[in-house]
């Protein structure tokens, strides 16, 4: 059975600061559900995306999900993941998946790890910061060494014209499998993903919100989501252990783009 508990304090929670707290190890985990109340009250979105900067979870010093508070609630509410006032959701697993293993290859197995962190940068400005999270952990037998595992990563591009413009040999590569990539730009009218001259994902805005539509998810302002299992299936996934990747964007605007990789790295559970 799984498990939902409050663990230790961050600290040092403060206007400005980093605060920092230990993952628990010895069980396999599948979200963390950070709950911020400034004033002593829940925070809305607009309070969660001005004050919290980032989160990072670090496992050995390396980070592995990386996202900014605004972020993290418009990933939940991608996948159709309700939420409650001031709780900013970590999913480690997915709850969207298919089916039971494809939910669990993506939770973190524990066994191995020395240190894991999770980092929240608070911004200077936020008025009397409190924050609290709880952990949802899976059972003791199913814990295992840290191997295949579920990761948010994020890079940043830079679109100096508007029109087409081509990003090759895109991160992350190695023995890994792209879950999502999330576009984080309102300007960008269609896509297209290359994979060693194959084209795996050409859609422009309209059509990929339709394809999202069919599969549950629901696209958010500001974003171009590049969706490679709307089945909820992992082994839909693409793999990226590849000699060339392209990705093709129509822009209509310019300035930096944000793109959150969702990744699973490791070999896929049969």
């Known amino acids: ?34 709950y911020y109340t400034p004033s002593g009250s829940a925070a809305n979105d607009g309070t969660i995306a001005a004050d919290i900067d980032r989160i990072r979870v670090k496992v050995n010093g390396q980070t592995k999900w990386e996202a900014t508070g605004a972020q993290a609630l418009d ?39 020395q240190q894991l962190t999770v980092e929240v940068d608070i911004d200077g400005a936020a008025t009397a910061p409190q924050l609290d999270w709880y952990v949802w952990e899976g059972a003791p037998a199913d814990n295992r060494v840290f191997g295949a595992h ?9 679109v100096g014209a508007t029109g087409e413009i081509r990003l090759q040999d895109l991160p992350p590569r190695g023995e890994r499998r792209i879950l999502a990539l999330h576009l984080g730009t309102a300007s960008c ?13 050409n859609a422009t805005a309209a059509i990929a919100k339709q394809m999202g539509h069919a599969a549950g998810r629901a696209w958010q302002t500001g974003y171009f989501h590049i969706d490679m299992i709307p089945t909820d299936r992992i082994v839909d996934s693409l793999f990226w252990n590849a000699e060339a990747t392209e990705l093709i964007l129509q822009m209509g605007g310019t300035g930096n783009v944000t793109m959150l990789a969702e990744v699973f790295e490791g070999k896929i559970p049969v």
């Open 1 to 34: 059975m799984r498990r939902i508990h409050e663990k230790p304090d961050f600290t040092p929670v403060a206007a400005g600061a980093t605060a920092i707290a230990q993952l628990p190890l010895g069980l396999p985990l599948h979200a963390a559900f950070l």
């Open 75 to 113: 990933l939940s509410d991608f996948y159709g993941l309700s939420r409650e006032a001031g709780i900013i959701p970590i999913y480690f697993s997915k709850p969207t998946m298919r089916t039971a293993i494809g939910e669990d290859a993506l939770a973190w197995g524990t066994l191995g790890i």
């Open 150 to 158: 579920y990761e948010l990563r994020q890079f940043t591009f830079n």
């Open 189 to 201: 009218t269609e896509a297209q993903l290359n994979v060693n001259d194959r084209v795996v994902f």
